[in-house]
Nanobody
Framework: QVQLVESGGGRVQAGGSLRLSCIAS????????MGWFRQSAGKDREFVAA????????FYADSAKDRFTVLRDNAKNTVYLEMNSLEPEDTAVYYC?????????????????????WGQGTQVTVSS
């Protein structure tokens, strides 16, 4: 059983930056692909970014490309989401997730159903 705990959310003005962290415990972190998803009020949860077990392969939603970076530190059992040039549309609860699969393709990495473990989420609010 893997436990995931997100942190780093908060309130920021448009154009600002935040770095989210997700610490994993209870499993072999290096064997899991890690993803970030978000859910805003009244909308379905959507894919943001993902990284393979090694961190070499990374995938981004169009809304995150060129602004967000997903990184992982297997020695610290932690995955990060660095977010720059934040926009009010980025306001959401951000969740990290772990899945024991190889994200060969974007379609695999972004699939909600591929991830078995989920954190409780951290709120990000971007004001205009």
């Amino acid at each position: 059983q893997v436990q995931l705990v997100e942190s780093g959310g908060g309130r920021v003005q448009a154009g600002g930056s935040l770095r989210l962290s997700c610490i994993a415990s209870g499993g072999r972190f290096g064997s899991y692909s890690m993803g970030w998803f978000r859910q805003s009020a009244g909308k379905d949860r959507e894919f943001v970014a993902a990284t393979s077990q090694s961190g070499v392969s990374r995938f981004y939603a169009d809304s995150a490309k060129d602004r967000f970076t997903v990184l992982r530190d297997n020695a610290k059992n932690t995955v990060y989401l660095e977010m720059n040039s934040l926009e009010p549309e980025d306001t959401a609860v951000y969740y990290c997730a772990a899945g024991d699969f190889e994200p060969t393709w974007y379609s695999t990495a972004s699939a909600f159903s591929r991830y078995k473990y989920w954190g409780q989420g951290t709120q990000v609010t971007v004001s205009s």
